[in-house]
């Protein structure tokens, strides 16, 4: 396993923008997968964006495309979320988290590292 930690949660106004980071550390990770979850109050955990450490692939949620952006910085063992033109309904917890091996999931049970998520708040 990996050891994930988030930052960059907060408020911010609808429209605006916030920068999610993913630190992991404890594992090499040339062969994981690293994912953004989000979870809203009484909803279930869904997909965001993910990105293999290896290569530049990303793949996003169709409600994300073109407002958010996932990278990485291998030096610095980071991953990062843009997330532009925020809406109200983004209100959630999110969560980032890791997978081993070369298959791509984008289900939650398929990850077995989980950061401790970090909130971000809309507000319309």
């Known amino acids: 396993q990996v050891q994930l930690v988030e930052s960059g949660g907060g408020l911010v106004q609808a429209g605006g923008s916030l920068r999610l980071s993913c630190a992991a550390s404890?594992?090499?990770?040339?062969?994981?997968?690293i994912v953004w979850f989000r979870q809203a109050p009484g909803e279930d955990r869904e997909f965001v964006a993910g990105?293999?450490?290896?290569?530049?692939?990303?793949a996003y949620a169709d409600s994300v495309k073109g407002r958010f952006t996932i990278s990485r910085d291998n030096f610095k063992s980071t991953v990062y979320l843009q997330m532009d033109s925020l809406k109200p309904e983004e209100t959630a917890v999110y969560y980032c988290?890791?997978?081993?091996?070369?298959?791509?999931?984008?289900?939650?049970?398929?990850?077995?590292?989980w950061g401790q998520g970090t909130q971000v708040t809309v507000s319309s």
């Open positions: 988290a890791a997978r081993g091996g070369f298959g791509w999931s984008e289900a939650p049970a398929d990850f077995d590292s």
């Open positions: 990105i293999r450490w290896s290569w530049s692939t990303a």
């Open positions: 404890g594992r090499t990770f040339s062969t994981y997968t």
